[in-house]
Nanobody
């Protein structure tokens, strides 16, 4: 069982930045690919970014590419999402998730999910 706890959300003005963190309880954290997803009110959850077990490969949705950066620190069992040039349409609850195995496809299923952290971007 892996527990994931997100933090770092909040209220920011458009054009601003936030860094989300996701702390994992897994002893074998480095064996998991980690993803970030988000869900805006009234919308389906959508993929944001994924990073492989080593941090050597990343993949982003088109909507955040060039503005968001996913990274991880396996020594700290933590994955990050640096969000720059934020837009009001980035407002959502952001979730981190973990899965075993390789591949970077946004449609791959995840085994564990955090409780989410709210990000609100004002115009």
């Amino acid at each position: 069982q892996v527990q994931l706890v997100e933090s770092g959300g909040g209220l920011v003005q458009a054009g601003g930045s936030l860094r989300l963190s996701c702390a994992a309880s897994a002893r074998t954290f480095s064996s998991y690919a980690m993803g970030w997803f988000r869900q805006a009110p009234g919308k389906d959850r959508e993929f944001v970014a994924v990073i492989n077990w080593s941090g050597g490969s990343t993949y982003y949705s088109d909507s955040v590419k060039g503005r968001f950066t996913i990274s991880r620190d396996n020594a700290k069992n933590t994955v990050y999402l640096q969000m720059n040039s934020l837009k009001p349409e980035d407002t959502a609850v952001y979730y981190c998730a973990a899965r075993k195995g390789g591949g970077m496809s946004p449609s791959l299923p995840y085994d564990y999910w955090g409780q989410g952290t709210q990000v609100t971007v004002s115009s």
